[in-house]
């Protein structure tokens, strides 16, 4: 994993925008070590959380739009996420609807929530806005966070 942090480093701005799309759709990865090493690495804080965050929505709704397949089987096989956590993450929503995609940068539970609000058939418009609201105030606690060191 390191030799592809190390990768998408050299890449920049585009470098971090793949990562966070990465790290924001089911598969695992950590796009706060690409921000933290090209934030410290002198790349300007601005142009970084745009990327970081434009890319961990697009992942999510990435999880959002194999959500409206509407397979299980194939939640469960290509997502390897258990039926179960759909189930109860779907019990949860039903009180808070498109809006709990606020959630979505939660590690692990986050993928989960995405793919169920695609499944749900919850609100583009609202899942993306609550999605972004979420991920972007994430990524701007950790810029901040960083820039203080």
Known sequence: MDAIVLFLVDYGYLGMGVSAFIAGSVFPFSSELVLAGLLLSGLS???????ATIGNVLGSMFNYWVGTLGRME??????????????KAQR???HGGAWMGFFCFLPILGSVLSVTLGFMRSGVVVSFLSIFLGKALRYALLIWALDKI
Do not use: A, C, D, T
């Open 74 to 87: 194939w939640i469960e096989r290509y997502l390897r996420v258990p039926r179960e956590k759909v189930y």
């Open 92 to 94: 949860w929503m039903q």
């Open 45 to 51: 804080p601005w142009p970084l959380f745009l990327s």
